[in-house]
């Protein structure tokens, strides 16, 4: 490429990686952060090596609230997208007051279409703004208490047997495992997993499954292998086809593809024992807190996940943890380049920051 060529590139591409905005006093900032992952990360979707995500800071008087969102390919969002989506509603975040989160987030939900990733993102950071200006960490202000935090699982990526028993003699710390299905090696992942351990296992199919035949039988055989639930077995849009295969097995069956949004709920009820809520999906905090409750009050299992994504979405998950059954909150462990640091984990459990907001650190 000739310098020319290249001074164009680089003058187009500046504004589209890093904007930086103030007014009186108020900074809203939107950037692509890329995060190299530890192992190749493999599931029926997809394969890589690293995954961009969104990261939104917004300053006022002086504090700044961090936010993330995860862009997920299922749903045909990208990085770029969810940039696009914030500085969509620059103007609107900026003369807005955050401490009416509530309406300010009904106005972005209304003005932006999809791009759930950019609305994660600006949601993170508009509470952990709020919980630092309260003073008060966000498990306090949704009134949990820290000690309820449940124990998380560590994922195991779909792999080669060899480094599925190397990843799973790895993840000796954590007492509960999820194990990653749905492509012609089920059995021998499994297998693999429990040569080398004896501890419960969850298991995710991400959609893998279209036979319901199939999948009955093999969720019977998980059952067998000490597999407490089974996650999203066959493709979302199968409900009815899920609602037999429920009929005719044990164990519980978890919807995360089939469940974005709280709206998305009762048409599930029969089909499904509970939900898999992720920030990403949902669109923030606030939203994630609605489908707990919606999910709750259908007796269902409520669940929290994550993308692969930094500290800063896991933590801000991690804050709503002790209203649920599940939590699957280890997409920051499987990165080597974690800008922050918050939520930690220990023997599995989930230790929340007792800092205001967030309780983020830089790393
Ligand atoms: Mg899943």
Redesign the pocket.
């Known amino acids: 490429m000739n310098r020319r060529n290249f001074v164009m590139i680089a003058a187009a591409a500046w504004p589209l990686s890093r904007v930086t905005a103030a007014s009186g006093g108020t900074a809203l900032e939107a950037k692509i952060v890329r995060l190299n992952l530890r192992h190749t990360w493999t599931t029926t979707m997809s394969s890589s090596q690293f995954r961009d995500t969104l990261h939104v800071s917004y300053t006022r008087d002086g504090i700044t609230g961090h936010g993330e969102g995860a862009p997920i390919v299922r749903y045909h969002e990208d990085a770029e997208g969810a940039r696009q989506a914030v500085e969509s509603v620059r103007g609107l975040l900026l003369a807005a007051d955050p401490m009416q989160f509530d309406k300010v987030m009904a106005a972005v939900f209304g003005r932006v279409e999809g791009a759930w990733a950019g609305k994660a993102a600006i949601d993170i950071a508009l509470m952990d703004w709020v919980g630092q200006k309260l003073g008060i960490p966000l498990y306090s202000y949704f009134g949990l208490d820290r000690g309820d935090a449940p124990v998380t699982t560590f994922s195991i990526g779909i792999d080669t047997p060899e480094i599925t028993r190397q990843k799973t003699r790895e993840a000796a710390d954590f007492p509960v495992l999820k194990v990653k299905v749905g492509l012609a090696t089920d059995e021998p992942t499994i297998e693999a997993v429990r040569s080398v351990t004896s501890k419960p296992l969850r298991v995710?199919a991400?959609e893998g499954w279209r036979d319901k035949e199939e999948a009955v039988r093999k969720i019977n055989w998980l059952e067998k292998q000490g597999v407490e639930f089974i996650?999203?077995p066959m493709p979302a849009e199968m409900v009815e086809e899920t609602r037999w295969v429920r009929a005719r097995v044990h164990i519980p069956i978890i919807a995360?593809?089939a469940c974005r949004h709280a709206s998305d709920i009762p048409k599930l009820k029969d089909a499904y024992d509970g939900i898999?809520i992720k920030l990403d999906k949902s669109g923030g905090l606030l939203e994630a807190w609605r489908m707990i409750a919606v999910a709750k009050s259908l007796r269902m299992k409520t669940m929290l996940?994550c993308m692969v994504s930094s500290s800063v979405t896991v933590t801000a998950a991690a804050h709503l943890s002790p209203l649920v059954d599940y939590a699957d909150l280890d997409g920051n462990l499987l990165i080597a380049n974690d800008p922050f640091t918050g939520v930690r984990v220990e023997k599995g459990k989930l230790i929340l920051p007792e800092r205001a907001g967030l309780g983020l650190r830089a790393a």
Do not use: L, S, T, Y
């Open positions: 995710d991400n996650e999203q995360d593809e898999n996940g």
